[in-house]
């Protein structure tokens, strides 16, 4: 889950919590303010027809049936009984609605004093008064039909209000949260282009006061020290190579000049010949670490030509025969385009035949029976080239590993080597705007594919 919709639902669900709390506070406390009038209502009712009943000697009890009757409308289903303290029932009003009693209840309202409930769509109050030193209990009901009616409404209102904000803030939350989020994909996306062979970069400073603008500015400016310490790095690999490289040069000349000489002891030969190989190893990772230097300066593209890529093969095959005569190359070129086979690609020439060279080698060098199988299939879109060979493959989770300075696999162990030669081909080839990779799709059988885009 990214960070716009934990930001979203995180925020959808504070929304939707408050929001349903309000409603429901409200609803409760319309709920309370309708019972509490209700109550308050019957109350009244009760107490004036106990005191029109009792108090008002005047007035009979076919005069209050008639007062009753004008005023039975006032509640709807309004039912009114009065009881003494013998619990006799003494009055009833004239309508036609129930009231459920009994002794029980009589004598709860008489330990209470005042009780109210419920009983289905009634609402029911029951009084004890005492006038003129008697006791009277008075029970009363009725439906508050307007009242139950508009919670009813209010009810559905606010679940409707719920719903429709629900799904208006999940929206909008969403929309927000990308509005406000897409500087940061912005800042993914240049972020994700910047390598180190493109330190250039910049993410540009919008001049904005908030967090993603000094997010900007602080990766500036890392990005700033990163590529002065690279150049730093390439600059002191590439002259310190150069130094390395006339003094390496003169030392192997002088080490050939005195194994050469008649007069020096024959018994220190040997040790000579050894000291010059490791001269020569030497002088070897000294000079790919000057190609290496001068690839990450060079321009890509400013050099490139029309380069036949099976001619440098042949070329490259001819050149490392002379020093491995035993090596055996099987080629094979399969055309699966209907265009004739131009196997041409843009490139460096003269960095191509080293990057070739080194894989020929590798190929011969770590092959069981010293056969290297070339295959160049030409595509629509692209000619790959195929070096495989049987031998043991390298114990290596991850063959990308294989494309460091300074890696080498488990089957290269007793070989003498430094772990620079996949490196550099693999530098040289992204130069050329070709990709590579080291495939191990059966045992003892080792495949590297280099793609060209044309």
């Given at each position: 889950m990214n960070l716009k919709q934990r930001f979203s639902i995180s925020f959808s669900i504070l929304y939707s919590v408050i929001l349903a709390t309000?409603?429901?506070?409200?609803?409760?406390?319309?709920?309370?303010?309708?019972?509490?009038?209700?109550?308050?209502?019957?109350?009244?009712?009760?107490?004036?027809?106990?005191?029109?009943l009792v108090e008002v000697k005047q007035v009979d009890y076919q005069l209050l049936k008639l007062i009753d009757s004008n005023t039975i409308n006032n509640l709807y289903n309004e039912k009114v009984l009065i009881f003494n303290d013998s619990f006799k029932l003494i009055?009833?009003?004239?309508?036609?609605?129930?009231?459920?009693w009994d002794s029980k209840l009589l004598k709860r309202i008489q330990d209470e004093d005042y009780i109210y409930m419920t009983e289905n769509e009634y609402d029911i109050v029951g009084i004890e008064s005492t006038y003129q030193g008697k006791v009277y209990l008075v029970l009363i009901s009725a439906e508050d039909k307007f009242g139950n009616r508009n919670l009813v409404y209010l009810k559905y209102l606010f679940l409707a209000a719920f719903v429709i904000g629900l799904v208006l803030v999940w929206i909008l939350s969403f929309y927000l949260s990308k509005e406000a989020l897409?500087?940061?994909?912005?800042?993914?996306?240049?972020?994700?282009?910047?390598s180190e062979n493109n330190l250039s970069t910049r993410i540009e400073d919008k001049g904005r006061k908030d967090e993603i603008t000094e997010l900007t500015r602080a990766f500036n400016m890392m990005i700033d020290r990163i590529e002065k310490s690279f150049q730093y790095q390439k600059s002191?690999?590439?002259?310190?190579?150069?130094?390395?490289?006339?003094?390496l040069s003169k030392i192997s000349a002088q080490l050939e000049n005195l194994m050469q000489n008649p007069d020096f002891p024959a018994k220190y030969i040997p040790i000579l010949a050894s000291i010059n190989e490791d001269t020569q190893?030497?002088?070897?990772?000294?000079?790919?670490l000057l190609i290496l230097s001068k690839l990450e300066k060079e321009n890509p593209s400013k050099s490139f030509t029309n380069v036949r890529i099976d001619e440098i093969i042949f070329s490259s095959s001819e050149f490392l025969k002379k020093f491995y005569p035993d090596l055996k190359i099987h080629?094979?070129?399969?055309?699966?385009?209907?265009?004739?086979?131009?196997?041409?690609?843009?490139?460096d020439e003269s960095l191509l035949k080293i990057a070739i060279n080194n894989l020929l080698k590798n190929a011969y060098l770590y092959s069981d029976t010293k056969e290297v199988f070339i295959k160049i299939i030409q595509e629509e879109k692209s000619i790959d080239l195929f070096f495989e060979n049987t031998g043991k493959t390298p114990d290596v989770k991850n063959t990308y590993e294989l494309f460091d300075?300074?890696?080498?696999?488990?089957?290269?162990?007793?070989?003498?080597?430094?772990?620079?030669?996949?490196?550099?081909?693999?530098?040289?080839?992204?130069?050329?705007?070709?990709?590579?990779?080291?495939?191990?799709?059966?045992?003892?059988?080792?495949?590297?594919?280099?793609?060209?885009?044309?």
């Open positions: 309000m409603l429901f506070l409200v609803y409760t406390q319309f709920a309370n303010f309708r019972k509490e009038e209700i109550q308050n209502r019957l109350k009244e009712k009760a107490q004036t027809t106990l005191k029109l009055y009833s009003s004239i309508d036609d609605a129930v009231i459920n897409t500087p940061l994909d912005v800042f993914k996306g240049k972020v994700q282009n910047i002191f690999v590439g002259s310190a190579s150069h130094e390395l490289r006339t003094p190893q030497l002088s070897d990772i000294v000079t790919s080629f094979e070129i399969i055309n699966e385009t209907n265009a004739e086979d131009k196997l041409e690609v843009r490139g300075p300074f890696v080498r696999g488990s089957n290269a162990i007793q070989s003498k080597g430094f772990g620079l030669g996949l490196s550099i081909v693999k530098r040289i080839l992204q130069y050329n705007e070709a990709e590579i990779l080291y495939n191990i799709n059966i045992p003892n059988f080792n495949q590297i594919k280099v793609t060209f885009k044309v």
